[in-house]
């Protein structure tokens, strides 16, 4: 029987939402913490979710303006652009002995949410999903997979392994991985030509790897060294099949956000690429170039 755990959500967006109303319906108690707008709407109305994956279902939550009392674990499901202002409203002290589990994109977040709050209590992770807030409380799940790797070089194996229970059961595929500098760098190599090449050109991957195909494989190429020289390895050829097996319409999150006008993860990704590449003394001129040039558009 898995134990029933206590789970604050910090940005119940598309994939915060959706790991809020997964566990709730799966009978754990869940806090979300939002502005006091969205926190009265999760409050009355719950989590709506529209998935083929899971059905259609609404899951009651809790909902406050910041974490007033001990949780098990805190997921940080908010982009990096808005995590320090986030942050805010989980104090340490409140946090206390809970697991700090961000789902954020890059490499760099682990060792500055480390500098806040316990540093064997931060578990970095990487989650593959598509999934969109449409409103607060309304949710959109629209992969057929929903896949969770819960990382945490210096995080107790138990803690890990209780955490990695509780998502399972609620329908979250998730496994502990033994090596979080992998698992970072793995989302990393994966995500950055694919943001970065759909988001400087705004077209789908498809459009993309057809017309850009030398630069995607610059990119891809740049990536796998920056990767290689962070200790982790990265197979160029298998990450450019990756991308021709994606249906042709798929969009990075980076583009969605252009598109809406909203904050890039720019710096999180192609900036944190940038940063270890020099720190390496590995060349990356297209990734450079691509991030300038998205920079120089007012991003």
Known sequence: M???HTVAILGPGGTGGLLAALLSRSGHRVVCLAPRATADTLRSTGIQVRSSQFGDFTAPVEADTELREPVDACLVTVKHTA?????????PAVLGDALVVPLLNGV???AALRARYRPDRVAPAVIRVESTRLAPGVIEHGSPFTEIDLTGDPVPRPRLESLAAALSASGVATRVLGDETAALWAKMTFLAPFALLTTRH????????TRHREELQALVAEAGA???ACGVPADPAQALSRY???PPSTRSSMQRDAEAGRPLEL???????LRAAE??????PVTARLVGELRAAGH
């Open 267 to 273: 710096d999180a990704i192609g900036g944190a690429l």
């Open 226 to 228: 920056v990767s290689r």
């Open 83 to 91: 995590l320090d202002a986030a942050l805010t409203r989980v104090p």
């Open 108 to 110: 760099e977040h682990a």
């Open 244 to 246: 021709d097996a994606f």
């Open 2 to 4: 898995t134990t029933k």
């Open 202 to 209: 705004g077209l789908p991957l498809g459009e993309a790897r």
């Open 279 to 284: 720190r390496h003394g590995v060349p990356a």
